[in-house]
């Protein structure tokens, strides 16, 4: 079983080649319903188009903005989604005690994975190679 990083998500929804064939190609050989998403990437990307719309210089970019957003929430109500439960928040409290360093959204997917006994995959190896046992 598999969770899909943020950034992998956002791949997925620019489908910028070579990168996107790669991914295609590698997520292809495994059953559809062997992956999964977490409520910290949703998080994460409704908080970038939040963001982004607060921002938006003009009625132009809020319609994009207001677009990209509802293209999320319609990808992530198709998607097999894992919540932050107590199991997760057991494990992510551990890791900060034992001072594993990476972003708090990053660690809460980790915990996410661990708690379950998950593989992330991600194209951030550098933070997620400092969790121990993911």
């Known amino acids: 079983m598999f969770i899909l990083d943020t950034d992998h998500l956002a791949l997925a929804q620019r489908q910028s080649p070579p990168a996107y064939e ?5 997520v292809s ?3 559809p319903l062997a992956f999964f998403v977490t409520i910290i990437s949703f998080h994460e990307q ?3 188009w939040n963001a982004y719309l607060s921002r938006a210089p003009n009625t132009a970019a809020v319609v994009r903005g207001y677009e990209r957003l509802g293209r999320v929430l319609a990808n992530f109500s198709m998607a097999q989604v894992l919540l932050f439960d107590e199991a997760a928040a057991t494990v992510f409290d551990d890791f900060r005690a034992r001072r594993v360093r990476i972003g708090v959204m990053d660690l809460r997917i980790a915990a996410i994975a661990f708690s379950r006994d998950m593989t992330v995959l ?4 550098s933070d997620f190679r400092r969790v121990p046992g993911l």
């Open 22 to 26: 790669y991914f295609l190609q590698r």
């Open 29 to 31: 050989q495994h059953d």
């Open 46 to 48: 409704v908080m970038g």
């Open 122 to 125: 991600t194209r951030n190896v």
